[in-house]
Protein backbone atom coordinates (compact mmCIF):
# COMPACT_ATOMS: atom_id res chain seq x y z
CA UNK A 1 0.00 0.00 0.00
CA UNK A 2 2.16 2.36 0.90
CA UNK A 3 4.61 1.95 -2.09
CA UNK A 4 1.20 2.74 -4.36
CA UNK A 5 0.79 5.56 -2.34
CA UNK A 6 4.52 6.92 -2.83
CA UNK A 7 4.07 6.09 -7.01
CA UNK A 8 0.65 7.76 -7.40
CA UNK A 9 2.47 10.44 -5.49
CA UNK A 10 5.26 10.74 -7.63
CA UNK A 11 2.88 10.74 -10.77
CA UNK A 12 1.03 13.42 -9.75
CA UNK A 13 4.32 15.67 -8.83
CA UNK A 14 5.50 14.62 -11.77
CA UNK A 15 2.51 15.85 -13.80
CA UNK A 16 2.49 18.96 -11.63
CA UNK A 17 6.16 19.84 -12.60
CA UNK A 18 5.16 19.34 -16.23
CA UNK A 19 2.45 22.10 -15.71
CA UNK A 20 -0.43 19.43 -16.78
CA UNK A 21 -2.30 20.54 -13.62
CA UNK A 22 -2.94 23.82 -13.72
CA UNK A 23 -2.92 25.91 -10.40
CA UNK A 24 -6.60 27.30 -9.91
CA UNK A 25 -7.44 31.56 -8.97
CA UNK A 26 -7.89 31.34 -5.08
CA UNK A 27 -9.88 34.17 -3.47
CA UNK A 28 -7.30 35.79 -1.63
CA UNK A 29 -4.53 35.83 -3.99
CA UNK A 30 -3.29 38.02 -6.59
CA UNK A 31 -5.55 37.37 -9.40
CA UNK A 32 -3.91 35.81 -12.72
CA UNK A 33 -2.15 38.41 -14.80
CA UNK A 34 -2.97 38.18 -18.85
CA UNK A 35 -2.80 40.22 -21.46
CA UNK A 36 -5.63 39.93 -24.15
CA UNK A 37 -6.72 41.42 -27.42
CA UNK A 38 -10.09 43.40 -27.35
CA UNK A 39 -12.26 43.42 -30.65
CA UNK A 40 -10.87 46.58 -31.58
CA UNK A 41 -7.39 45.35 -31.65
CA UNK A 42 -6.11 47.04 -28.29
CA UNK A 43 -3.81 44.68 -26.02
CA UNK A 44 -5.35 45.08 -22.37
CA UNK A 45 -2.90 43.72 -19.76
CA UNK A 46 -4.30 43.12 -16.42
CA UNK A 47 -1.71 44.79 -14.67
CA UNK A 48 -2.52 47.87 -16.13
CA UNK A 49 -5.38 48.44 -14.15
CA UNK A 50 -3.98 48.45 -10.74
CA UNK A 51 -4.85 50.60 -8.58
CA UNK A 52 -8.77 50.11 -10.66
CA UNK A 53 -11.24 47.07 -9.34
CA UNK A 54 -11.67 45.11 -12.10
CA UNK A 55 -14.88 43.11 -12.96
CA UNK A 56 -14.52 40.05 -15.71
CA UNK A 57 -17.65 38.41 -17.64
CA UNK A 58 -17.10 35.20 -19.55
CA UNK A 59 -19.82 35.48 -22.35
CA UNK A 60 -21.50 33.82 -25.08
CA UNK A 61 -24.71 35.82 -27.05
CA UNK A 62 -25.51 32.31 -28.42
CA UNK A 63 -26.07 30.95 -24.65
CA UNK A 64 -29.77 31.26 -23.58
CA UNK A 65 -28.49 32.14 -19.78
CA UNK A 66 -26.76 34.96 -21.05
CA UNK A 67 -29.66 35.71 -23.13
CA UNK A 68 -31.60 36.38 -19.84
CA UNK A 69 -29.60 38.50 -18.28
CA UNK A 70 -28.84 40.67 -21.66
CA UNK A 71 -32.65 40.53 -22.37
CA UNK A 72 -33.74 41.86 -19.40
CA UNK A 73 -31.20 44.39 -19.43
CA UNK A 74 -29.65 43.02 -16.14
CA UNK A 75 -26.36 42.65 -17.07
CA UNK A 76 -26.06 45.65 -18.72
CA UNK A 77 -27.64 47.84 -15.74
CA UNK A 78 -24.76 45.80 -13.91
CA UNK A 79 -22.21 46.78 -16.45
CA UNK A 80 -23.16 50.63 -16.01
CA UNK A 81 -23.67 50.64 -12.06
CA UNK A 82 -19.82 49.33 -11.95
CA UNK A 83 -18.56 51.67 -14.38
CA UNK A 84 -20.18 54.09 -13.60
CA UNK A 85 -17.74 54.23 -10.96
CA UNK A 86 -14.53 54.16 -12.03
CA UNK A 87 -14.46 50.22 -12.35
CA UNK A 88 -13.02 48.53 -15.47
CA UNK A 89 -15.49 45.93 -16.59
CA UNK A 90 -13.94 43.42 -19.65
CA UNK A 91 -16.23 41.01 -21.40
CA UNK A 92 -14.16 37.76 -22.22
CA UNK A 93 -15.14 35.69 -25.53
CA UNK A 94 -13.18 32.42 -24.84
CA UNK A 95 -15.75 30.33 -27.56
CA UNK A 96 -13.20 28.42 -29.66
CA UNK A 97 -13.15 28.43 -33.73
CA UNK A 98 -16.44 26.86 -34.57
CA UNK A 99 -17.67 26.74 -31.92
CA UNK A 100 -20.74 28.15 -30.03
CA UNK A 101 -20.49 32.10 -29.34
CA UNK A 102 -17.38 32.23 -31.65
CA UNK A 103 -16.89 35.51 -33.17
CA UNK A 104 -15.29 38.12 -35.32
CA UNK A 105 -14.26 41.70 -34.04
CA UNK A 106 -16.87 43.43 -35.82
CA UNK A 107 -19.08 41.05 -34.62
CA UNK A 108 -18.50 41.34 -31.18
CA UNK A 109 -18.64 45.17 -31.55
CA UNK A 110 -21.84 44.68 -33.50
CA UNK A 111 -23.56 42.34 -30.29
CA UNK A 112 -22.62 45.16 -28.44
CA UNK A 113 -24.42 48.04 -29.96
CA UNK A 114 -27.05 45.85 -30.41
CA UNK A 115 -27.40 45.36 -26.66
CA UNK A 116 -26.39 48.78 -25.64
CA UNK A 117 -23.96 47.01 -23.07
CA UNK A 118 -21.37 49.29 -21.71
CA UNK A 119 -18.28 46.55 -20.96
CA UNK A 120 -14.73 48.81 -20.80
CA UNK A 121 -13.82 46.16 -23.20
CA UNK A 122 -14.22 43.01 -25.13
CA UNK A 123 -11.29 40.40 -24.86
CA UNK A 124 -11.37 37.73 -27.49
CA UNK A 125 -9.51 34.82 -25.99
CA UNK A 126 -10.24 32.16 -29.16
CA UNK A 127 -7.19 30.36 -27.87
CA UNK A 128 -8.67 30.07 -24.31
CA UNK A 129 -5.88 31.02 -22.60
CA UNK A 130 -7.43 33.46 -20.52
CA UNK A 131 -10.32 31.32 -20.05
CA UNK A 132 -8.34 28.32 -18.55
CA UNK A 133 -6.20 30.55 -16.45
CA UNK A 134 -8.92 31.66 -14.37
CA UNK A 135 -10.58 28.29 -14.85
CA UNK A 136 -13.76 29.43 -16.04
CA UNK A 137 -16.56 27.32 -16.34
CA UNK A 138 -19.70 28.76 -17.95
CA UNK A 139 -21.30 31.34 -19.27
CA UNK A 140 -21.60 33.58 -17.79
CA UNK A 141 -18.99 33.57 -15.11
CA UNK A 142 -17.86 36.41 -13.18
CA UNK A 143 -14.76 37.73 -11.31
CA UNK A 144 -13.98 40.56 -9.02
CA UNK A 145 -10.63 41.75 -8.69
CA UNK A 146 -9.94 44.58 -6.29
CA UNK A 147 -7.22 47.82 -6.95
CA UNK A 148 -4.52 45.52 -5.42
CA UNK A 149 -4.89 43.01 -8.00
CA UNK A 150 -6.68 40.66 -5.44
CA UNK A 151 -9.01 38.27 -6.14
CA UNK A 152 -12.19 38.77 -4.30
CA UNK A 153 -15.04 37.43 -6.16
CA UNK A 154 -15.75 34.44 -8.19
CA UNK A 155 -19.33 32.40 -9.49
CA UNK A 156 -22.56 32.78 -10.99
CA UNK A 157 -23.84 36.02 -11.20
CA UNK A 158 -26.75 35.58 -9.05
CA UNK A 159 -28.49 32.52 -6.96
CA UNK A 160 -31.50 31.96 -9.92
CA UNK A 161 -29.57 29.42 -12.33
CA UNK A 162 -32.69 29.83 -14.60
CA UNK A 163 -33.11 31.09 -18.45
CA UNK A 164 -36.52 32.08 -16.98
CA UNK A 165 -36.75 36.17 -17.57
CA UNK A 166 -38.74 36.77 -14.58
CA UNK A 167 -36.35 35.79 -11.77
CA UNK A 168 -33.82 38.42 -12.36
CA UNK A 169 -36.30 40.37 -10.61
CA UNK A 170 -36.27 38.19 -7.32
CA UNK A 171 -32.72 36.67 -7.64
CA UNK A 172 -30.17 38.32 -5.28
CA UNK A 173 -27.07 39.29 -7.18
CA UNK A 174 -23.98 38.42 -5.93
CA UNK A 175 -21.81 40.60 -8.33
CA UNK A 176 -23.40 43.66 -7.00
CA UNK A 177 -23.42 42.80 -3.56
CA UNK A 178 -20.06 41.94 -3.60
CA UNK A 179 -19.49 45.37 -5.86
CA UNK A 180 -21.23 47.57 -3.04
CA UNK A 181 -19.54 45.56 -0.01
CA UNK A 182 -15.92 46.22 -1.61
CA UNK A 183 -17.23 50.28 -2.27
CA UNK A 184 -18.14 50.29 1.34
CA UNK A 185 -14.78 48.94 2.83
CA UNK A 186 -15.94 46.09 4.20
CA UNK A 187 -14.99 42.01 3.41
CA UNK A 188 -17.15 40.33 0.57
CA UNK A 189 -19.29 38.08 2.02
CA UNK A 190 -19.61 35.26 -0.01
CA UNK A 191 -16.53 35.64 -1.64
CA UNK A 192 -17.18 32.07 -4.14
CA UNK A 193 -20.63 30.86 -5.28
CA UNK A 194 -21.34 28.17 -7.83
CA UNK A 195 -21.75 29.53 -11.72
CA UNK A 196 -24.28 28.56 -13.67
CA UNK A 197 -24.82 28.28 -17.43
CA UNK A 198 -23.66 27.42 -20.37
CA UNK A 199 -19.94 25.61 -20.55
CA UNK A 200 -17.56 27.81 -22.13
CA UNK A 201 -16.71 25.83 -25.46
CA UNK A 202 -13.42 25.73 -25.79
Request: net charge negative; glycine share 8%.
Amino acid sequence: MQRLQLYVTTILCSLAFAGIIEAVPKIGQPAPDFTAVDSDGVAHALGDYRGKMVILEWTNHQCPFVGKHYGTGNMQALQQHATDTDVTWLSVISSAPGEQGYVSDAEANALTAKHNASPTAVLLDPQGVVGRLYDARTTPHMYIIDAAGTLVYMGGIDDKPSTQYADVKTATNYVRVALDEIRSGKPVSMPVTRPYGCSVKY
